[in-house]
């Protein structure tokens, strides 16, 4: 039998993304200052010399090759030939990088940044005291390249990572910092990749650039440029032929950016005509580029879970599960073939078999999709030392609860709005080295992450022992922003109340920005990602204590155990973790209150009444006194749904409703019941924010 050579390539490309995986956590786990622990060098060395190996076995030379010199070092150290100090390890972590760059090279079929290499390897070189040498070859190419530069000029190709505005960063500004260095001849806009209007997401960035730029101009000039967003671009700057800009110009398809001030500062600063047209045909730009990074990794989708390794034990159950299956349902196939009454006892246990069967059987395929946490852990290490060495921050990272598994499918999408609050954390929630001494704390500030399951959900707390949150400036700046009247007092709000408005878009309190965060760009996208998982975030925090952040989550997308209800003649259904309890409704605790709202008095507490029938507009609820109140919660806030008739319970598979028809608000997908009938999900924490939102237009305390 021939062997699947590609199955086995894929087969190494997971391999080898663990090893990197294990490179960076072992790396980032020693401490410079102390005596090195022989058996972590001898774990990093292995890694190094399996991806080595691996890389040579499959003819990935430029891999093998440049691990080569990692894994040099690496036996030097292990030899107590060498010292690993925090610069060494900083080459190593870098060395990862690169191998990463080339594995999804090869692995993608794109390009990566070789320059990013040639810096790496000669350090390494310098390191192991190896000559360094060009050949014949390519120094002439570096001299034409020279002339080139001198004489034409520079032709760059800047294409944002979608979720570049998640960190605050916006590609129009590094444009007109280009526009400033003053020889900026054309700023092409390219929109291949904008989606139709119902699919745009307007977080996320669509657009992709080619600039070319005049004169004899140092390259270094526009890498300062773009070195703030080196990790969220793909970026390529290379010499321009003076035939490839003749093209460019005389072509109809190029234009500036649709900014106004960039095609305004075009227009004095060039006699180039500039054309609205928005494709472009005639330049080919690589739709994936790995660009040079220290922590790409940290930004990336987590590309390694597009596997699952499982355990054997959970396979070999699977099979046994698989088997008593068949067997019933054989059982079931003769008992129809020759069915009397008098196997009706026989025909309703094997009717029970299967459903215990079944449910065994989804339940079992289900944990095959449940994976740790430190999937989406692992990442922090690396995040939290790079960022704190850019702030000039000493942070520490303490993280618990890494093994607490989740589905798959939430794991991959929980990982940016974590990197979003963590990145924060380092940046805004903990004080300078200074303030902390002077406010009595240690210099070293903590961020700590923790995952543990809650009843049916998984609870992910970000926590950090900073300033906190600063509740009347975080009130001030919202009446500056004009969400509430100038005359607002803190005393009209909670303290949830007011820590939910850093949800709101464009919020933020920082006083200067930065390249990390302060834009207030990404908490309510964030706050919006953790509810389209079917999720909530709440804040807690102390002044000078410090601050955390809750995100709870269902364990899985695929299933969930679900209460019917009926409103008019349609069946609905409502998440059973949301509900607290159900009641029939007693009309004298019914109470009105300003602005119509309808109150429901239970325990001492006076709980919201939302009419949902109205809501879908489904009609008009009349006689209340005979209807039901289901009382859920979700984001802290209680809700009571005013209900038909509720039905039974059952576990529910839920369909997407957004891919297969669009999005509804307050309803979060779709499912089919036993009889054939398609029911919608109710969104609960979309629903108490359409309550809430329309009490506040009525109370008039939103802007227009």
């Known amino acids: 039998m021939a062997l699947d050579m590609d199955q086995l390539r894929r087969i190494f490309y997971e391999e080898c993304r663990e090893n990197l995986e294990t490179l960076e956590r072992e790396l980032l786990g020693l401490d410079p200052d102390s005596e090195i622990d022989l058996d972590v060098i001898n774990s990093i060395f292995r890694a190094a010399h399996s991806i080595k190996g691996g890389g040579a076995t499959f003819n990935l030379n430029d891999i093998s090759q440049f691990t080569h010199a990692m894994e040099t070092l690496l036996d030097e150290a292990r030899e107590g030939k060498r010292h690993l100090d925090a610069n060494t390890i900083d080459l190593l972590l870098k060395g990862g990088d690169c191998i990463n760059n080339m594995l999804l090279s090869h692995e993608k079929g794109c390009d990566f940044d070789h320059e990013f290499k040639e810096q790496i390897t000669e350090k390494f070189q310098q390191l192991l005291n190896i000559p360094i040498t060009l050949s014949k070859q390519n120094n002439e190419l570096k001299k034409t390249e020279e002339a080139l530069v001198e004489k034409e000029g520079w032709s760059v190709y800047f294409t944002p990572h979608r979720e570049i505005f998640f960190s605050g960063n916006d590609p129009v500004r590094i444009l007109r910092e280009l526009l400033e260095l003053g020889t900026v001849c054309v700023i092409h806009c390219i929109s291949d990749n904008l989606p139709d209007l119902d699919e745009l997401e307007p977080e996320m960035s669509y657009l992709r650039w080619h600039i070319l730029l005049d004169g004899n101009l140092d390259k270094s000039l526009i890498e300062d440029i773009f070195e703030w967003v080196d990790d969220e671009c793909d970026l390529e700057i290379r010499p321009q032929s003076k035939e490839k800009k003749q093209d460019l110009l005389l072509t109809q398809n190029h234009q500036a950016s649709h900014d106004p001030l960039i095609s305004s500062e075009l227009s004095k600063s060039t006699d180039i005509p500039v054309s609205k047209e928005n494709e472009s045909k005639d330049i080919q730009i690589p739709e994936t580029k790995v660009n040079k990074v220290s922590t790409k990794l940290n930004t990336l989708k987590t590309e390694t879970l597009s596997s699952i390794r499982v355990e054997t034990e959970k396979v070999d159950h699977l099979i046994n599960l698989v088997s008593e299956l068949v067997i019933t349902q054989s059982m079931l196939t003769e008992l129809s073939q020759n069915f009397s009454e008098s196997n009706l006892e026989r025909l309703q246990t094997g009717l029970g078999l299967l459903l215990q069967n079944t449910k065994e059987l989804q339940e079992s395929v289900l944990n095959i999709r449940m994976l740790p946490i430190s999937f989406a852990f692992n990442r922090f290490p690396r995040l939290v030392r790079d960022l704190s060495s850019k702030l000039g921050k000493s942070v520490e990272l303490k993280v618990e609860g890494e093994q607490t598994e989740l589905d798959?499918?939430?794991?991959?999408?929980?990982?940016?709005?974590?990197?979003?609050?963590?990145?924060?954390?380092?940046?805004?929630?903990?004080?300078?080295?200074?303030?902390?001494?002077?406010?009595?704390?240690?210099?070293?500030?903590?961020?700590?992450?923790?995952?543990?399951?809650?009843?049916?959900?998984?609870?992910?707390?970000?926590?950090?022992?900073?300033?906190?949150?600063?509740?009347?400036?975080?009130?001030?700046?919202?009446?500056e922003k004009g969400l509430y009247k100038a005359d607002t007092l803190l005393s009209d709000f909670s303290d949830n109340q007011v820590y939910n408005l850093i949800f709101s878009p464009g919020f933020t309190t920082a006083e200067k920005l930065s390249d990390v965060s302060g834009r207030g760009v990404g908490m309510d996208v964030v706050k919006r990602n953790i509810e389209d998982l079917g999720g909530h975030i709440v804040v807690d925090s102390q002044v000078n204590i410090g601050c955390v952040f809750r995100i709870s989550l269902p364990l899985t997308l695929a299933i969930l155990d679900g209460q019917l209800v009926k409103l008019a003649d349609q069946v609905f259904v409502v998440p059973l973790i949301s509900i607290i309890e159900s009641i029939q409704i007693e009309t004298e605790r019914v109470i009105l209150a300003t602005g119509g709202i309808e109150l429901y008095r239970l325990r001492d507490e006076n709980i919201p009444i939302f009419r949902l029938k109205e809501e879908f507009e489904l009609g008009e609820t009349s006689n209340i006194d005979k209807k039901l109140l289901c009382f859920v919660q979700a984001g802290g806030h209680r809700m009571g749904i005013l209900l038909d008739e509720m039905l039974g319970q059952q576990q529910v598979?839920?369909?997407?409703?957004?891919?297969?028809?669009?999005?509804?608000?307050?309803?979060?997908?779709?499912t089919i019941l036993g009889n054939g009938s398609v029911s919608l999900i109710l969104d609960i924490q979309g629903l108490i924010n359409t309550f809430l939102k329309r009490v506040s237009d009525n109370n008039n305390h939103v802007a227009a």
């Not at 080295?433 to 002077?438: D, G, L, Q, V, Y």
């Not at 070293?444 to 992910?460: E, P």
């Not at 028809?661 to 307050?666: I, P």
């Open 408 to 479: 798959k499918t939430v794991l991959e999408r929980i990982t940016d709005p974590l990197v979003h609050l963590v990145r924060n954390a380092v940046d805004h929630g903990l004080e300078g080295t200074e303030e902390r001494i002077n406010k009595g704390k240690s210099e070293t500030g903590c961020i700590s992450l923790n995952a543990f399951h809650q009843g049916g959900s998984i609870v992910i707390e970000v926590r950090d022992d900073g300033a906190g949150l600063n509740k009347e400036k975080i009130l001030n700046k919202a009446i």
């Open 653 to 670: 598979v839920i369909k997407s409703l957004e891919s297969n028809y669009m999005r509804v608000e307050g309803i979060s997908g779709a």
